[in-house]
């Protein structure tokens, strides 16, 4: 790694100083360990103050012996500075510990496998909703671009169990492969789910074959980019209004109007009842376009009787400011 020439410049400067030290305790035994480094010091950094006590012939063999040893020293370590400082290496150096502290505090998130076309998307999507997460990379030729957007990454393969490991994958709520390699993107999975079995993980798959292998493989949700691409564009032929309402809906740019899902948790006020007991639309002008129950079954534009269970998922429509108190409509029963 070129970071260790940060080490080496560090072996070599401590190794001039214990050089000194000990010769000059050495050849004058009057000198001190303190006085020895003083001189050490005030000899390397050229000062120019006069010495502790005279220095006998030994001394100062001694002393011109140590001056070339060290400008040689120091004349490498201003050329790894330069090498360092030339190629940013210092800045990455100390962004790489920062980043670190980010990944070890980081829980909650989504991992990102990928930063490919798909990829990229995705993590645009998480960063603009301040999603937490964590992308994992290997190739260098995007990592001036995931910089640049200060995104948290690893650059790495994600179907290695070191890397996984330091994205925080046990601590990790969803899982996002968006690698277009099916053998990879297969290994991925099994690796991120042996590490955390109830990790969301969502994959992309490029045909049906694939499609059905992740899915064996434990991915909860695949999808296809091309057979997405082929439904909206044939949808937004037949029926352009409402696919822009959606889509912009889904993102929150339609004019402050946005659909946003909401999971039921156990213990909140509303378990056991129904909408029309809740009166959700009169008290918070959220509109309930359906419900997904924890079985997968889909129920659109529910009734009026239907009664909430704790584990259901529904589907609201409203503005950005009655979204803001959604959190009201949980609260636990008192």
């Known amino acids: 790694m070129k970071d260790q020439r940060l080490f080496l410049i560090g072996a070599i400067l401590i190794t001039i100083l214990l050089i000194g030290s000990f010769g000059y305790h050495i050849v004058q035994p009057d000198y001190s360990i303190l006085d020895s480094v003083y001189m050490t010091v005030i000899t390397i950094s050229t000062i120019g103050y006069g010495e502790v006590k005279p220095l006998t012939q030994a001394g100062k063999l001694f002393n011109i012996g140590l001056i070339a040893i060290g400008w040689v020293g120091i004349f490498m370590v201003a050329r790894m500075t330069g090498q360092m400082l030339i190629e940013g290496e210092i800045v990455k150096y100390f962004g790489r510990r920062k980043m670190d502290k980010q990944l070890a505090a ?14 990229r998307v995705v993590c645009d999507e998480f960063s603009r909703h301040k999603v937490p997460f964590v992308l994992i990379e290997k190739n260098e030729d995007a990592m001036n671009e995931i910089r640049a957007r200060n995104y948290i990454f690893i650059q790495g393969d994600c179907t290695d169990d070191g890397v996984l490991i330091s994205a925080g994958i046990k601590r990790a709520r969803g899982f996002m492969n968006t ?3 099916n053998a990879d993107a297969v290994y991925a999975i099994l690796t991120a789910r042996q590490h955390n079995p109830e990790l969301f ?4 798959a490029d045909s049906a074959s694939a499609e059905k292998m992740l899915v064996r493989a434990g991915a909860d949700r695949v999808i296809s980019p091309h057979a997405a691409a082929g439904t909206r564009m044939a949808l937004a032929a037949l029926r352009p209004n409402l696919v822009d309402f ?9 004019e402050g109007i946005r659909v946003e ?21 009169a008290r918070y002008g959220l509109n309930v376009i359906g419900v997904k129950k924890p079985d997968g079954k889909l129920m659109f534009n529910p009734a009026a009787d239907y009664a909430i269970t704790a ?12 979204l803001s108190k959604i959190d009201q409509l949980l609260e636990k029963a008192n």
């Open 106 to 119: 980081i829980s909650g998130h989504y991992i990102v496998c990928g930063y490919g076309r798909v990829g």
């Open 179 to 181: 690698i277009p390699d």
């Open 201 to 204: 993980i969502m994959a992309r």
């Open 246 to 254: 959606i889509s912009l809906a889904a993102v929150g740019e339609t």
């Open 261 to 281: 899902e909401l999971r039921v948790p156990e213990g909140s006020g509303v378990d056991g009842k129904t909408f029309k007991e809740t009166d959700i639309r």
């Open 311 to 322: 584990g259901d998922t529904l589907i609201i429509v409203g503005s950005s400011d009655q």
